[in-house]
């Protein structure tokens, strides 16, 4: 089916933003307030029509399911760009190397400054998908620009209405957001907010964060965000894109992981990975901290600096470094790729296996197989092959057509496998379907024995802060030891990381990662919150 594309302009009602003068001020601004002693917000927010890939396979709600992951999933990636006058290209790129973050949705809306508005094209599919006309990059026009991939929330199906950036219009213009992370407290803050009268679009906690700035009374628009911030609960990358201006904020904890760029004419990129800092010619300058909130004046590039109070230990994501980032990336001050050849190292010194071929399951799995295979002096090769050309298959769910799947992306070598002893490192194990059929596809092909190691310890929590993981219960290590995981999985033998390694090659930064997943101590616990009653009645 053809895309169709529809804009509706907004004018700008006139901005109270502050002088120059008074933006330096609010450096190292803090503001503590209590959110909800706010009165109802008057003006409800009023959302941009969105461009839309219709195709066929994708719907609100689709019956058949997608086998391909056995794998946590990150769900959101951001890039943001302010002083290029080619922002929404830089941007466009930028998302297509963060596409590993989020396959099923993009977007970019991009601040026209002829007109002093901003423009936005989000669609349903990756970005090459989103952007097939060229038109449409052409139709965003401007020096600054934000940009997001996504996948959705678990248990929620990809929905057009739910792919950002999001754009508001309120009584001070128009504002966009992109959120990488995900909100404990989302559900207190809704119904709080839909009992003072405000009226919700999407199933996406990060409306909530548009409704609170919207119901602020706080002058300038840096500290609504402030405010609002300081009132959320959980993980957060933001950027926040207005008529001549960029806030970049990452949450007290610095849970996901955002970073700040130059590039050689001077504009600044904003980015979830240094990688795609790399692709756009930005020099890696700093993360933001956790805690921080950036602000960027497109009028003379100046650079403002609050932080968020109270201040919190930081607890990063570990599993950026096992999974979710690229490699080539740099996260929380430390290169992926070596994070991940410490971790097959590691898991080699702790569990050795006689074999005659170390195997990476492609792509994450490759740098750890490496270190595996040196301090083991076994020899290293690819014995599978990943098909980059396949994306996510929706298929009937009969059984023996589900096994097929996984070789619809893996392919093995046989020259590599016959006969021979098999040492295969992945990340990860989270329910265990992709490693049965990964073995029974090495066995298939004439591997003699198939020993897995896990370069990670097993996965027993689910994830709060913006990663899609299953329930508890589906994590088959809460289900199974290593021997029982290894007799179901069909291998000959497993091992797994352990905790007490990975703390010990973090060293002194250990206590400074989030590693909930693995260990059920979260930062901060989920909690349920009971219903707030509306303080009005329906007419």
């Given amino acids: 089916m053809a895309a169709t594309t529809s804009f509706t302009s907004f004018t700008i009602e006139p901005h109270h933003l502050p002088s120059k003068t008074s933006s330096f001020f609010l450096r190292h601004l803090s503001l503590s307030r209590k959110l909800f002693s706010l009165p109802s917000p008057s003006l409800a927010l009023r959302y941009q029509p969105r461009f839309s890939p219709l195709l066929a396979s994708q719907s609100d709600t689709n ?59 989000t669609g349903l599919g990756l970005v090459t998908d989103v952007f097939a006309s060229p038109e449409l990059l052409k139709s965003l026009p401007g020096t600054m620009a934000i940009g997001h991939v996504r996948y959705s929330t678990s248990g929620a199906t990809a929905s057009l209405k739910n792919v950002q950036p999001f754009l508001a219009s309120y009584r001070f213009g128009q504002l966009a957001v992109s959120h990488n992370g995900n909100l404990l407290n989302h559900d207190k803050l809704k119904m709080e907010l839909e009992s003072r009268g405000s009226i919700f679009n999407t199933s996406s906690d990060t409306e909530v964060i548009l409704h609170l700035i919207a119901s602020s009374t706080s002058r300038p628009l840096l500290s609504r965000i402030i405010e609002t911030c300081e009132a959320l609960e959980g993980a957060y990358s933001l950027l926040f894109l207005t008529a001549n201006k960029l806030y970049a904020v990452r949450d007290s904890y610095g849970f996901r992981p955002l970073v700040l760029g130059c590039r050689p004419n001077g504009a600044l990129v904003f980015a979830s990975e240094t990688c795609a800092l790399d692709l756009v010619d930005a020099k890696y300058i700093r993360e933001i901290n956790p805690g921080e909130v950036v602000a960027v004046d497109l009028a003379d590039m100046s650079i403002s600096s609050a932080c968020l109070m109270p ?94 799947s996984v070789r619809l992306k893996l392919s093995p070598v046989k020259g590599v496998l016959e006969g021979k002893s098999v040492v295969v490192v992945d990340d990860s194990i989270v329910r265990g379907t992709t490693s049965s059929k990964i073995v029974r596809l090495l066995r298939d092909a004439g591997a003699r024995e198939v020993h897995m190691r896990i370069a990670s310890p097993p996965v027993v929590g689910s994830c709060y802060y913006g990663v899609d993981t299953p329930s508890e219960s589906e ?52 909690r349920k919150y009971e219903k707030v009653e509306p303080s009005y009645m329906e007419a």
Avoid at 324 to 347: T, Y
Avoid at 348 to 366: K, T, Y
Wanted: with cysteine; hydrophobic share 40%; net charge negative.
């Fill in 475 to 526: 994590l088959i290590s809460n289900r199974m030891d290593a021997s029982e995981l290894c007799r179901h999985i069909g291998s000959d033998s497993l091992a797994f990381l352990s905790l007490s390694k990975l703390h010990d090659l973090l060293g002194d930064e250990a206590p400074t990662f989030c590693d909930a997943c693995f260990s059920k101590e979260y930062p901060v616990p989920p």
């Fill in 63 to 121: 019956p058949f399911f997608d086998d391909n992951f056995d794998k946590p999933r990150e769900e959101c990636g951001v890039f943001g760009v302010i002083g290029d006058p080619d922002a929404a290209s830089l941007c466009y790129l930028g998302l297509q190397k963060l596409q590993h973050r989020g396959e099923e949705g993009a977007g970019i809306v991009a601040a026209d400054t002829e007109s002093n508005m901003l423009r936005s094209v």
């Fill in 311 to 404: 201040p919190k230990p930081r607890k990063a994501c570990i599993f950026e470094h096992m999974y979710f980032a690229l490699p080539n990336s740099i996260v929380f001050g430390r290169a992926v790729h070596e994070s991940r050849l410490a971790f097959g190292k590691a898991l080699a010194e702790e569990s050795p296996v006689p074999a005659d071929v170390v195997i990476p399951v492609p792509d994450s799995g490759f740098y750890a197989a490496l270190g595996f295979s040196l301090v083991s002096g076994i020899p290293f090769q690819q014995g599978l092959l990943r098909s980059h050309y396949v994306g996510r298959t929706f298929i009937q769910p009969e059984q023996h057509i589900r096994d097929l």
